[in-house]
């Protein structure tokens, strides 16, 4: 299993300009998550899934939009790229015995993306 | 408003000893708390969860304790060795929804020399 697998893993922007971070996981969770991570800060929760076609917002979803037509794949857009959003950028899942949620598991994060507005 | 806080300072022991990171939170009562490692340019790694039912668990020579009374979790690394080295994040789901949205700590960097 690769288990959760980011690209690109740096990508520099412009200002103004938009891209979508890709996220795949092969590990069949039905939970995934998109956050990210500035110097000497914690991670903060962007956008989460509890299953296919069901997103959500995290704590700090302006500036972002998720889709998640499959199991596997969670990609994150970001439009019109403001310096604010440079940041590393961690894709993460989980498995729930319940999209209802009530179940307390491990969180696989990807690699990151380091992304730089400029 | 709710918070998670660990120290900020790096923690620097001699190999060999054991390592007490500490995870303070306030304005919440988490139904569990879980510990994850990161390496400098990594993601992070999971490594203990603790509901907070239970007080103390270990895993080989890692050993978390959840008081719920002090709000705080104190994690431990026995005969610590340079490998241990890395960034050690708390993390809380301060919603309790059962979403897994967690809220993550700073993190306190240990060190551990030779």
Redesign the interface.
């Known amino acids: 299993n690769a288990g959760?697998t980011q690209t690109p893993k740096f990508r520099i922007l412009k200002i103004g300009q938009s891209m979508t971070l890709q996220c795949t996981q092969d590990m069949n969770h039905n939970?995934m998550?998109w956050?990210r991570q500035d110097p000497?800060?914690?991670?903060?929760?962007i956008y989460?899934s509890?299953g296919a076609g069901i997103t959500?917002k995290?704590?700090v979803p302006n500036g972002y939009n998720v889709s998640r037509s499959t199991t596997e794949d969670f990609p994150l857009r970001l439009e019109l790229a403001a310096p604010s959003q440079t940041s590393v950028y961690?894709c993460?899942s989980?498995y729930?015995l319940r999209s209802?949620?009530?179940?307390?598991?491990?969180?696989?994060?990807?690699?990151?993306t380091r992304l730089t507005v400029l | 408003s709710q918070k998670?806080e660990q120290n900020?300072e790096a923690l620097n022991i001699q190999e060999g000893k054991t390592a007490t990171l500490t995870c303070n939170y306030t304005n919440y009562s988490p139904?569990?708390l879980?510990w994850y490692r990161q390496d400098p340019?990594?993601?992070?790694?999971?490594l203990l969860?603790i509901?907070e039912n239970e007080k103390e668990k270990r895993k080989e020579r890692l050993k978390v304790t959840f008081d719920t009374t002090l709000k705080q979790s104190l994690f431990h690394i026995t005969a610590s060795q340079p490998a241990d080295s890395a960034t050690y994040?708390c993390?809380l789901?301060m919603e309790n929804?059962?979403?897994?949205?967690?809220?993550?700590?700073?993190?306190t960097r240990l060190l551990v020399s030779p």
């Open positions: 959760v939970y998550y956050y000497g800060m914690g991670l903060k929760l989460y509890v959500d995290g704590e961690f993460a989980s729930s209802s949620g009530s179940s307390y598991n491990e969180q696989f994060f990807g690699p990151g | 998670i900020s139904a569990y879980q340019g990594r993601g992070p790694v999971f969860l509901r994040l993390a789901d929804t059962g979403f897994q949205k967690l809220v993550f700590g700073t993190g």
